[in-house]
């Protein structure tokens, strides 16, 4: 085995890693433009108000509120579909975007 062949496995390799981590971080920027580019889900829109989707627990009167369980938001739901943000797209609501701080009587909570 020469120098040569060590250089060549070795750029081989690098490049059989840099493949799939290059498609995995344009796959993400692509998941994040797309997520941006979802309209936020309109407590008026008449499923979220059959839900009863609030926009923020923490600015309603949740006292009131049928099946509300102190803590709960959109952000500890099971339905949640990303990580982070102050507006994530929801099971419950395809296509649209819901508050982290909101809720609505789908909430179930999330395991962890
Ligand atoms: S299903 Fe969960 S994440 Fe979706 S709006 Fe209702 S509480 Fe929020």
Not at 4 to 29: E, M
Request: hydrophobic share 45%.
């Amino acid at each position: 085995m020469t120098d040569k062949t060590l250089t060549r496995r070795g750029f081989i390799g690098a490049t059989a890693v840099a493949i799939p981590v290059t498609a995995i971080l344009a796959s993400r920027t692509a998941a994040a433009q797309a997520q941006k580019a979802l309209p936020h889900l309109d407590p008026a829109d008449p499923v979220a108000k059959a839900l009863n989707y609030h926009l923020d627990v923490t600015k309603s009167d949740m006292s009131k509120v049928s099946g509300f369980k102190a803590g709960s938001d959109c952000a500890n739901c099971i339905q949640i579909q990303a990580a982070s943000g102050a507006f994530r797209p929801c099971g419950a609501f395809p296509g649209k975007l819901v508050a982290e701080k909101g809720w609505c009587s789908a909430w179930a909570k999330k395991p962890g």
